[in-house]
């Protein structure tokens, strides 16, 4: 039973930062192989960065590397995703997903959602 909840999103504009937080509320975290997915309207939702349990191993999508980071803190069960350089591109609605007892994650196998956030980016 882990239920996650995004925040963070906003209008920001190009060039600008916004740190993305996803709180569980369970006690499995720690044991969960977390991501971070987008989806903009009229896309196929798609991966932006995961990270292991530990948080020693990270994943990121091409397209966001050198900008995105994400980070783990068990004993918060939180998850974030900083963005910085952000562009118009990054305009979606950012989910945060779970696969218990994995070593990663993908939009067709993770176990569990979060209701999303939107992040905006002007030009």
């Known amino acids: 039973q882990v239920q996650l909840v995004e925040s963070g999103g906003g209008l920001v504009q190009a060039g600008g930062s916004l740190r993305l937080s996803c709180a569980a509320s369970g006690r499995t975290l720690s044991t969960s192989y977390m991501g971070w997915f987008r989806q903009a309207p009229g896309k196929e939702r798609e991966f932006v960065a995961g990270?292991?349990?530990?948080?020693?191993?990270?994943n990121y999508a091409d397209s966001v590397k050198g900008r995105f980071t994400i980070s783990r803190d068990n004993a918060k069960n939180t998850v974030y995703l900083q963005m910085n350089s952000l562009k118009p591109e990054d305009t979606a609605a950012y989910y945060c997903a779970a696969r218990r007892w994995s070593w990663d994650i993908s939009a067709s196998t993770a176990d569990h959602w979060g209701q999303g956030t939107q992040v905006t980016v002007s030009s």
């Open positions: 990270i292991a349990w530990s948080g020693d191993k990270t």
